[in-house]
């Protein structure tokens, strides 16, 4: 399979000259996390298209994962816009497709939706508050279309089932319904959402997964989401920590990395920064107030 990463945003709502996706999460940008899982998933080929800034998020992903290709979106002109800026990189008969701002999407998530028999798999969630994602509709249990939340009706608003922006599709099919696409919209932008309809008319299998932990695909709008994000990160990579060994005191005050490696028996008393690439030995005893950075 491909996966392509959709990360061309500027990020209006973080009022910052810093391209979206690389606002940090535990001294990562966003688009770290999400390329990382994208590699441990197994994919042949990972593609990440930018935008905004392009030349910077170029710059960093070619560092950190050289083998990442990187296709251009110089007009912001939508989803549908942004997939096909990367026909060209795309050459696996499978495509699954992700945003660059959902940090904590997991590389199982992933290797399923390489695996999907169907044309068209859509991961999909259900949300007490599903303000700002596009609404799934149904009929007879059955998704028709999925509408955005600025051309919903009042009606479609309620709907609590959205589309995380998760896609696994047919990479044939996808291009040929992409080009059916047009800027009907409140956005005047080439909706990837439209390509449901397209599918079904067309009599194209299209499948819905329902991921019951929401919070694995929350997507990160402004910083108080990436607070919210880097929270959630935070707490898994200290419970994974604690699962192999290591006593953590006070976790709530630890912040630790994600590339940091602690082996067993070791007893971290927080608060504590440890960060970077870092080792820390079994049997070692790390105090409150300490901070840690690139010590192997």
Not at 28 to 56: D, R
Not at 172 to 196: H, M, R, W
């Amino acid at each position: 399979m491909s996966v392509l990463v959709l990360a061309g945003g500027k990020g209006t709502r973080f009022y910052s000259q810093t391209p979206k996706v690389m606002h940090r999460i535990l001294g990562k940008p966003m688009i770290w996390y999400v390329v990382n899982s994208a590699i441990k998933s197994g994919a042949k080929e990972v593609v990440v298209v930018v935008g905004f800034k392009g030349e910077e998020v170029e710059r960093y992903l070619k560092k950190e994962f050289p083998q990442v290709k990187i296709a251009y979106q110089r007009e912001q002109l939508g989803t549908a816009h942004a997939v096909l800026c990367a026909k060209k990189e795309l050459t696996e008969e499978r495509v699954v497709i992700l945003n660059g701002d959902m940090p904590l999407v997991e590389s199982e998530l992933i290797k399923r939706l390489s695996e999907s028999n169907s044309d068209l798999t859509i991961v999909s969630m259900i949300l007490e508050d599903p303000t700002g994602y596009g609404r799934i509709l149904r009929e007879n249990r059955k998704v028709v279309r999925i509408v955005e939340e600025k051309d919903a009706s009042p009606a479609e608003k309620q709907i609590k089932e959205v589309n995380s922006g998760v896609y696994s599709f047919n990479r044939e099919k996808l291009f040929k319904a992409i080009e059916k696409i047009s800027p009907n919209n409140a956005q005047g932008e080439y909706y990837l959402t439209d390509a449901v309809e397209i599918f079904l008319k067309n009599g194209w299998k299209v499948d819905v997964i329902v991921e019951k932990d929401s919070k694995k695909l929350i997507g990160v709008n402004n910083r108080y989401e990436l607070s919210v994000a880097e929270n959630l990160m935070k707490e898994k990579l200290l419970k994974n920590l604690m699962k192999k060994g290591a006593t953590i005191h006070n976790p709530g005050q630890a912040y630790i990395e994600p590339e940091v490696e602690i082996e067993e028996d070791v007893e971290i008393f927080a608060p504590v920064f440890i960060c970077g690439k870092t080792k820390i030995k079994r049997g070692s005893v790390i105090y409150p107030f300490t901070y840690i950075r690139d010590s192997l």
